[in-house]
């Protein structure tokens, strides 16, 4: 119970989650932002290969896509774990991918293409992998743009089911990735089956199941009588401390 | 393009570890030998004796070529600048070590490239097993700067230094039957962590029309910048076929077949509809993934056109008389 342990000072891991719980913003931007001071770091030392242009490329994109799956992993996540704070971060994941896929797209137009018009069509009306590029990135952009709780508000509920769009972004960011690799496709097809199972986990019949799961493994750890008493299947996390209403705001 | 290396046979040269040694001999037995007695003589260096078993390029892998990287000429005959010798031996496609190209020159640092035996057979005459030694010995090593495309739309210029694979074949002498040369690279997945991924079908093989082969810009090759070949460059013997793409100038060869059918390379097994057996750099048979219209040059900003015939049009247009060259890609 907490109200027995809160005379005592926590442990130090649990220190450390309880200021990461405080402080989702900000260590989502620190994680984010890592990958980018890594680039800029190798490309003062000149550590980024031969062909840095083509390193910039493929690194700007990889991490563009593993935050824009990470925002697409959140609600699955929470439906299954609970995990709020999977929902906090949501939209920096999406933005801060949004941000390295621009600088990706940047790259490959401006430095690879050198901002030859010609170039950058005929890439685009040859290259399936390119054309696939250009799609999901025009998709995102709308998404970027209102992301924001103003345009949020703006759009009331038409917002939902705009933000819908990038169930459609990103299996073309995936047909992209498995486009470009040369033969084996392994790689592309696993995060194109990430993708695919995150999608799956957004049709109702299959969250439904998630969440009675959850709840199933929630009533086996605390014996069936807790079980019988929860009500709400997203619960605050942390659970409320006695004494705090803010628990029944939220129900 | 084309340049003889010194006008000394390379057996006379010596041997770094053996001048090394001797120098160390000679430090050694300084008091015999005045060392005012040899400037006076204009001797600065011991003459090369019969006894040296090994020219420069015959350096035997156990001791690490420590010369520094050194070419003939600045530029191809084109003007192109050389790609410099670090960016050369670190940015590599070798699978049999990785798939990542910055990988290979860290993956392959205790490669074993001597000793080494390449067995030449199949539809000849005289079939034979060399060893590497005996190739570097036999045949003049000339230097040659050549352009590297890779159908991943970057290049490099490179200045080789090998031998034309012409000469080899005349001596197994190619029966009439023999159409084409099948490639082979050494299999063992001990050294190549690569080949233990069972995606691809190992070992690397690859193949050319006998004519291609003759042909004089065909080159075995032994060395880069005057140096042994670096283990990230296909040690001790790969292939320079610089109007194809890259991936068609086989690494770390341990057999070369005369064959009678068109052989099957790795590339067209992974993926038949995007490399086909010429594979030959043409600006106009565009690629799925990559254009093939232009390219990067290793070390530049901007693209460059792509060159027909990667620019060896001249010396190869022959070869290819008649033939539908976007069919037989």
């Not at chain 1, 799956?200 to 019988?228: F, Q």
């Not at chain 2, 050369?88 to 049999?96: A, I, P, Q």
Request: charge should be positive.
């Amino acid at each position: 119970m907490p109200s027995l342990e809160s005379n005592k000072t926590p442990s130090w891991p649990k220190q450390i989650l309880a200021w990461i719980e405080a402080h989702p913003h900000l260590v989502t931007a620190l994680f984010a932002l890592a990958p980018l001071g890594f680039m800029l770091r190798d490309l003062a030392y000149d550590w980024l290969t031969a062909n840095p242009i083509q390193e910039l490329t493929f690194r700007t994109g990889k991490v563009g896509l593993v935050l824009l799956v990470g925002s697409l992993a959140c609600s699955p996540l929470n439906a299954i774990s609970g995990l709020r704070f999977a929902l906090k971060i949501r939209r920096d994941l999406g933005l801060f991918g949004f941000l390295y896929i621009s600088l990706h797209l940047l790259i490959f137009t401006a430095l690879d293409l050198g901002l030859d018009v010609a170039l950058i069509v005929s890439a685009t009306s040859q290259k399936l992998f390119v054309l696939a590029g250009m799609a999901s990135f025009a998709l995102l952009i709308p998404l970027a743009i209102t992301s924001t709780k103003g345009w949020q508000r703006r759009l009331g509920k038409r917002w939902k089911p705009l933000h819908k769009l990038v169930y459609l972004a990103l299996p073309i960011a995936a047909l992209h990735y498995v486009w470009l690799v040369k033969a084996d496709i392994r790689t592309p097809l696993a995060y194109a089956a990430i993708i695919g199972l995150l999608l799956l986990a957004r049709v109702p019949a299959v969250r439904g199941w998630m969440s009675s799961l959850r709840r199933r493994v929630e009533t086996g750890l605390r014996g069936p009588a807790a079980g019988k008493q929860k009500q709400n299947p997203f619960p605050r996390y942390p659970p409320a401390k006695p004494g705090d209403i803010s628990e029944k705001s939220i129900l | 393009m084309r340049t003889r290396l010194p006008a000394i046979p390379s057996s006379e040269i010596t041997a770094e570890g053996v001048y090394l040694s001797r120098r160390k001999a000679l430090r050694l037995g300084g008091a015999a030998l005045s060392a005012a007695a040899l400037a006076a003589c204009g001797v600065s260096a011991p003459p090369p004796t019969s006894s040296a078993p090994i020219g420069p390029m015959l350096t035997p892998a156990p001791t690490p070529d420590t010369r520094e990287p050194a070419a003939a000429k600045a530029t191809d005959e084109l003007g192109d600048k050389l790609t410099p010798y670090a960016s050369v031996t670190t940015y590599n496609n070798f699978y049999e070590f990785s798939t990542s190209k910055e990988a290979v020159a860290s993956l392959s640092k205790n490669f074993k490239g001597w000793p080494w035996q390449v067995t030449v057979g199949g539809l000849v005459n005289k079939p034979k097993t060399y060893d590497i030694d005996d190739l570097r010995r036999k045949f003049d090593q000339e230097e040659r700067i050549y352009r590297l495309r890779c159908v991943e739309a970057w290049s490099m210029v490179i200045p080789w230094v090998g031998f034309p694979l012409s000469k080899l074949l005349k001596e197994v002498e190619p029966n009439a039957k023999a159409k084409y040369v099948r490639f082979e690279s050494l299999q063992d997945p001990a050294q190549f962590p690569g080949q233990r991924d069972p995606f691809y079908r190992w070992p690397y093989v690859e193949g050319l029309r006998l004519d291609e082969a003759m042909n004089d810009l065909t080159l075995m090759v032994t060395g880069l910048y005057g140096k042994t070949l670096p283990a990230a460059n296909g040690a001790p013997l790969r292939l320079a076929v610089p109007w194809k793409y890259g991936f068609k100038s086989i690494k770390s060869i341990v057999k070369i077949d005369l064959v009678e059918e068109q052989p099957t390379s790795l590339w067209m097994s992974a993926a038949s509809n995007e490399y086909g057996f010429y594979s030959n750099v043409n600006p106009s048979v565009s690629h799925p993934r990559w254009l093939q219209d232009t390219e990067r040059r290793i070390g530049e900003l901007s693209r460059r056109k792509s060159l027909m015939f990667n620019g060896y049009e001249a010396q190869v247009q022959d070869l290819y008389k008649g033939m539908d060259l976007k069919r037989n890609y």
